[in-house]
């Protein structure tokens, strides 16, 4: 994960702080699987968002 740009890093924060209360503790935990969601859906945190969740 080191090279992910500032933005990237803040929109894994930003997944993550949405769905704090959804995911796994073993999740929360990389930020990988967080960065993967938001590339699958270019970068759209709502849709990041949705597809984590389900």
Same mark, same amino acid.
């Given at each position: 994960?080191?090279?992910?740009? !500032?933005?990237?890093?803040?929109?894994?924060?930003?997944?993550? &702080?949405?769905?704090?209360?959804?995911?796994?503790?073993? %999740? /929360?935990? !990389?930020?990988?699987?967080?960065?993967?969601?938001?590339?699958? &859906?270019?970068?759209?945190?709502?849709?990041?968002?949705? %597809? /984590?969740?389900?």
């Amino acid at each position: 994960m080191d090279n992910i740009t !500032d933005e990237g890093k803040s929109m894994v924060e930003e997944l993550r &702080r949405r769905t704090i209360n959804e995911v796994t503790p073993k %999740m /929360l935990e !990389d930020a990988s699987v967080f960065y993967r969601f938001a590339k699958a &859906r270019d970068f759209n945190l709502g849709q990041a968002e949705n %597809m /984590l969740r389900k």
